[in-house]
C-alpha cells in the first residue's frame, strides 16, 4: 500500500501564496496518477489538479493559471503551487494516488483558508 502526507496548509490573505506537499511512500513513477483534490463541508471531493507518470498534467477550470501541480522524484513527492488565491479556495485539500493495478490511497488533507 502507498501511505500519503500532505502539508504546507494554513490561512492565507486573498491574492497570496501556498505551495501543498505531498510525500508519497513509494517512488511517484510507481504511481499511473497523483492528483490533489479539495473538499468543503457538505460537498463532495472535487479534483483539482493531477500529474500522471508522463508528466501531463490536469486542472480543474477553476484554478487554470493560478494553480500548478508538479513532482519532485528524488524527494518522491508532489506539490501544488497555489497562487492568487480566492476565499473560495478555501477547504482541505488532500493527495490521492491511483494506479492501474490496484492503488487508491488518500493522505489525512491538509486545510487551506483564505481570508477576503
Known amino acids: 500500500q502507498v501511505q500519503l502526507v500532505e502539508s504546507g496548509g494554513g490561512l492565507v490573505q486573498a491574492g497570496g501564496s501556498l505551495r501543498l506537499s505531498c510525500a508519497v511512500s513509494r517512488s511517484p513513477f510507481s504511481i499511473n496518477i497523483i492528483g490533489w483534490y479539495c473538499q468543503v463541508p457538505g460537498k463532495q471531493r472535487e479534483l483539482v489538479a493531477d500529474?500522471?507518470?508522463?508528466?501531463?498534467?490536469n486542472y480543474a477550470d477553476s484554478v487554470k493559471g493560478r494553480f500548478a501541480i508538479s513532482r519532485d522524484n528524488a524527494k518522491n513527492t508532489v506539490y501544488l503551487q497555489m497562487n492568487s488565491l480566492k476565499p473560495e479556495d478555501t477547504a482541505v485539500y488532500y493527495c490521492?494516488?491511483?494506479?492501474?493495478?490496484?492503488?487508491?490511497?488518500w493522505g489525512q488533507g491538509t486545510q487551506v483558508i483564505v481570508s477576503s
Open positions: 490521492n494516488a491511483f494506479s492501474i493495478r490496484g492503488i487508491n490511497a
Open positions: 500529474i500522471n507518470s508522463g508528466d501531463n498534467t
